[in-house]
């Protein structure tokens, strides 16, 4: 590995590593946020995946989790949104191809390749993470819109991994709208039941643990009805008694002045759950 920046932040560093990812076929960067509480010994970690067009980058520099984790003693670990660099698939847009991975495995060409996203990030990254640096076996993960995505479905499907799950933003049902019939048709194929196995909402049905959810979402988000519909995986787990707090937040739109202003409510929330 090669740490490429270091910062002091809030007590901590804030620092950026590039490694070569064997799962991606590439170098990879992700960013790691080291409170002042690692100096006494291994800590737990809130990983955060970004969304559509981002890389490591936006949530460190423009997110504000530092703080509020330098607060309860939390690892914030960042991973970047896919695969990128010269010889990986890429598509015209921003919504599909490199910075656009849905974090899944994809099984169609040309994507396959490289774009094992969900390996990645729950083998290889966890087990470099876990070898190099101060983090204890408790986690959470969070994310916004594709991010938001990525940490529900990855922890609806790996029941035990993390003691808490909350989202920003997130696309809860892809399989219904037209970022997500995208992604998944290029990187999945066309059949639809694949699909199911990376949605959210249809993931709550076959899930052997009923683990609290935290969703904030803004009233004044340009993508609300047409991409998110937080109304769907809001039904869903009322039907399935799934324990779901769901925020509207008046006058919020997509952007990261939303996500910035309710990070401290979402690093409390996993707080509870590993620190408890």
């Not at 620092?15 to 076929?25: A, F, I, P, Q, Y």
């Not at 309860?72 to 698939?89: Q, Y």
């Amino acid at each position: 590995m090669e740490r490429i920046e270091s910062k002091a932040c809030f007590g901590g560093r804030q620092e950026v590593w590039r490694h070569d990812s064997k799962v991606l076929g590439v170098p990879m960067n992700f960013a790691v946020y080291l409170p002042p509480q690692v100096a006494d010994g291994p800590r737990p970690a809130l990983w955060y995946l970004s969304g559509l067009t981002c890389s490591e980058q936006n949530v460190i520099t423009k997110g504000g989790f530092q703080q509020h984790c330098a607060r309860h003693g939390i690892v914030l670990i960042c991973p970047d949104t896919s695969p990128k660099g010269e010889g990986v698939a890429d598509a015209e847009g921003w919504d599909l191809g490199q910075a656009a991975s849905f974090y899944l495995n994809a099984t169609q060409a040309p994507w396959k390749a490289h774009y094992q996203m969900e390996t990645y990030l729950t083998q290889e990254l966890p087990a470099l993470i876990a070898e190099h640096f101060p983090v204890s076996g408790k986690q959470g993960i969070t994310g916004h819109s594709m991010g938001g995505h990525g940490a529900l479905v990855l922890g609806l499907r790996e029941p035990g991994r993390f003691s808490s799950i909350s989202a920003f933003s997130p696309i809860v049902n892809p399989s219904g709208v037209p970022w997500g019939q995208k992604a998944f048709s290029a990187y999945l194929g066309a059949d639809e039941d694949t699909w199911a196995q990376w949605d959210a909402t249809r993931l709550l049905d076959g899930v052997s643990e009923r683990q609290p959810i935290l969703i904030d979402q803004g009233q004044a988000d340009s993508f609300l009805g047409p991409q998110l519909q937080p109304e769907v995986f809001q039904a869903a787990c009322e039907r399935l008694g799934h324990p779901l707090t769901l925020r509207m937040q008046p006058g919020y739109d997509h952007s990261y002045y939303f996500v910035s202003t309710f990070a401290g409510d979402h690093v409390d929330w996993h707080a509870k759950a590993l620190l408890g």
